[in-house]
């Protein structure tokens, strides 16, 4: 690992030295690259399919199929909120359930507030959930029903049948900072205003990449139910 202090590094005269250390991080930073990369064949997860109604810029109408899915209600803030529900699903798929059975990992990994309510189009989202509280959930892979997944051992993670839906979506790159999800709400916001869609639910976060991923190569949506009685 290359010095993370000043003082390790020696006479910072010594072309030699410097040379040494520029290489040291060059070569870690291609490393982390190589293992987003890797990363991103290696769990090369299945996705949801979708057909897409509209297209803006990076905002889409899309109807997506029925689908089941394992979810959990967390209280905390976004992020902490996440990461305890992120470990509660992953305990089921990776063999905690009746029948010990691993699961394939689907991406995304989606977070709304729990409760579903609807929202009003100027109402700050994804800052908190509803009484502080937060359904994550994994998708299960495609073919799977409520009658063939295993039970969970766990007694906090339920599994759940989707209806198919409507969604509004905005894709973004990046981390999924606070002031990344709010500013890219709002470009969805006024996407549905625009195109006169209506919201029935909250806004959800999802995120399709390990932790491991390199922040410029992560994908990330904010999603918006919307009522099917519409124009697109």
Request: proline share 7%.
């Amino acid at each position: 690992m290359y010095p993370t202090n000043t003082a390790d590094w020696g006479d910072l005269h010594d072309p030699q030295r410097i040379g040494q250390t520029i290489t040291m991080k060059s070569l870690h930073f291609a490393l982390m690259l190589g293992l987003s990369l890797l990363g991103a064949c290696v769990v090369a997860t299945e996705e949801p399919s979708f057909t897409v109604s509209l297209s803006k810029g990076e905002c889409e109408v899309r109807d997506y199929p029925a689908l089941v899915v394992a979810e959990v209600s967390v209280a905390g803030d976004r992020k902490e909120a996440a990461s305890k529900g992120f470990r509660l699903l992953a305990g089921y798929i990776f063999g905690g359930n009746t029948t010990k059975q691993k699961i394939a990992m689907t991406a995304p990994v989606v977070q709304a507030p729990a409760g579903g309510e609807k929202i009003a189009m100027t109402a700050p989202v994804l800052q908190s959930g509803g009484d502080g509280k937060w359904v994550v959930r994994f998708i299960m892979p495609r073919g799977s029903t409520l009658e063939t997944l295993p039970e969970p051992n766990n007694p906090k993670v339920h599994l759940q049948a989707i209806e198919p839906a409507r969604m509004a979506v905005v894709r973004f790159s990046g981390l999924a900072q606070q002031s990344a999800i709010a500013a890219n709400t709002d470009t969805l916001l006024g996407f549905m205003k625009a195109q006169q869609l209506h919201a029935i639910g909250s806004p959800a976060l999802a995120q399709f990449d390990p932790p491991w991923t390199l922040w410029f190569l992560r994908r990330n949506e904010v999603m918006i139910p919307i009522a099917r009685n519409e124009s697109a």
